[in-house]
Each structure stands twice: as structure tokens, then as C-alpha cells.
């Protein structure tokens, strides 16, 4: 079973960068997209972003284009978000899996998260 540590959340004031690392453990990495969700206080995990094993496919929710940028390198089993001009409403847990589905419902395992908050 493929496991995922995420890392690399924090407090950023409104406007600020961050950048999330998610490193991945058993599998082959390189076969299977990437996607990353989050959980805002009180809802569901939404999709926010996904990239294909070759990274030729990347897409993000509307919320976040043009804001977050997914990449990874699959030497090191890692996947990146890098997140731009952060707003308050991008403040929750972010968690990484693999997988082909953007619906968080079909994951049965998760790792621990990272929290995002962005406040001023």
C-alpha cells in the first residue's frame, strides 16, 4: 500500500506563497496521477489540483488557477503545490493521494495533511 506524507503548510498572510511537498512510499510512483484536496473547517475534501504520472496532464479547481501550480518529481517521489496569492478561503488541511479520481470519497486511505491557514 502507497503511503504519503504531506508537509510544508503554515500561517501566510493574505497575498503569500506557499509551497506544499508530499512524498510518496511504496508503489511506482511514476505510474499513477497525483492529486491534492482540501478540507476547509466544517466541509467536504474538495479536489484542488492533479498531474498525470508524466506530468503532460494538470489540471486545477477553478478556485485555484492561475494561483497554484502542480509539478512533481518522480526521482524523489515527490509532488509539489505551489501556491500563490493565497486568500482566506484557501485555508484548510491539504492532503495528497494517488490515484484517478478527483472525488476524495473513492480514497480509503489518507496521510496526516498539512494545515494551510491564511490570515491576516
Known amino acids: 500500500q502507497v503511503q504519503f506524507v504531506e508537509s510544508g503548510g503554515g500561517l501566510v498572510q493574505p497575498g503569500g506563497s506557499l509551497r506544499l511537498s508530499c512524498v510518496a512510499s511504496?508503489?511506482?510512483?511514476?505510474?499513477?496521477?497525483m492529486y491534492w484536496f482540501r478540507q476547509a473547517p466544517g466541509k467536504e475534501r474538495q479536489f484542488v489540483a492533479q498531474i498525470s504520472g508524466n506530468s503532460v496532464f494538470i489540471d486545477y479547481a477553478d478556485s485555484v488557477k492561475g494561483r497554484f501550480t502542480a509539478s512533481r518529481d518522480n526521482a524523489k517521489n515527490t509532488v509539489y503545490l505551489q501556491m500563490r496569492d493565497l486568500k482566506p478561503e484557501d485555508t484548510g488541511v491539504y492532503y495528497c493521494?494517488?490515484?484517478?479520481?478527483?472525488?476524495?470519497?473513492?480514497?480509503?486511505?489518507w496521510g496526516q495533511g498539512t494545515q494551510v491557514t491564511v490570515s491576516s
Open positions: 511504496g508503489g511506482t510512483f511514476s505510474s499513477y496521477g
Open positions: 493521494n494517488g490515484g484517478r479520481n478527483r472525488d476524495a470519497k473513492r480514497y480509503d486511505h
